[in-house]
């Protein structure tokens, strides 16, 4: 194929400030009964009330809703649509991460469909998505998901992770203040931060590259890569958090449109079965996944490299490759996040299990340029268990 398809939210305001945007925006559609979606520790430390109090002396009235919790799981994402139904809100504003903005996005469109949430889980559902759904509005307040500019919502189940996926749940308007990140903890933006940078890698390696993509990726990548740590160890850091909130949103951008692959793959079954947060399951994987995978895309490998501000002059591209593996791995533990499995508590004797329930997402695993199979899968497992980098052979 010659060309791509690219979607892109319809409206975005980003950089520092722009949550000034919200109540021009907000009076475009004039809604009598606004639904907030956050999550209840932003309540608690005040942000919640950054956003919510100039829609308030502006006259809009809002219902709050902090059911939210991390890593949403099936049956949150039913009561607050069935919450949804009954409230007869015209307009759905969601405040927070990843979890937060995806479970706006369920209400808003789901607040005018029949039947449950799970009817339309991407590898189970049986119903698809025919209506547009209240007008939304998406704030994040973490620079990680990518949420407030892709068309899904990931759900945890049992012992994995589903999506629902549809243009109609694309945010209406995105805003992407920074300075709303600023007082994110550190384990927090470290997390958020390394799933940032996974998309923009996954994105940037993924068979559907473009282009278009590998231009949002690659900035995403340098942008993230500079400021990372300086986010992590002094959040207060203005441009590190400015860096963030727009690599974030560049990889989100990036993914989107090109896919990410086998370290989400690898990643979901973590969060869904051991309760690792979305970020950290990534950031786990990243090293191992990437390693055994590097000799299928070696030139992008030391694209990546370059990125991250590591110098690839005088090195094979079979060296570079390998050290921009090396270089990640540094990365995620410069920024506290233990480097295996076995750190994490998870069992040896869970990796088979892992190893099923990764398999099954076959839409990502499809975006990987070296095809991952179970095999494979289990192999990655065990490396990333033992800490150990390994090749395929
Ligand atoms: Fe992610």
New binding site residues.
Partial sequence: MSFSKLVFTPLSYVGWGSLEQLVPEVQNYQPKKILVVTDPLLEKIGIVQEVTSPLEEAGYEITLYTEVVPESPLQTGEKLVSFTRKGQFDMVIGIGG?SALDLAKLAAVFAVHEGKVADYLHLTGTKKVEKRGLPKILIPTTS???SEVTNLA?LSLETTKDVISHDYLLADVAIVDPKLTISVPSNITAATGV??L??AIEAYISVHASPVTDGLALQAIRLIGRSLQMAVHNGEDKQARIDMSNGSYLAGLA?FNAG?AG??AL?YPLGGQFHLS??ES?AVLLPYVLAYIRRSCPKRMVDILEALGGTAFSLSTEEASYICVETLRNLIDEVGIPSKLADFNIPEAALDGLTIDAAKQKRLLARSPLPLNEEDIRIIYQAAFEGVIKERS
Wanted: hydrophobic share 35%.
């Fill in positions: 990843g990680g998901t990518g990931v799933d940032a996974t998309h993914f990410v370290v989400h990643a979305h970020g990534n």
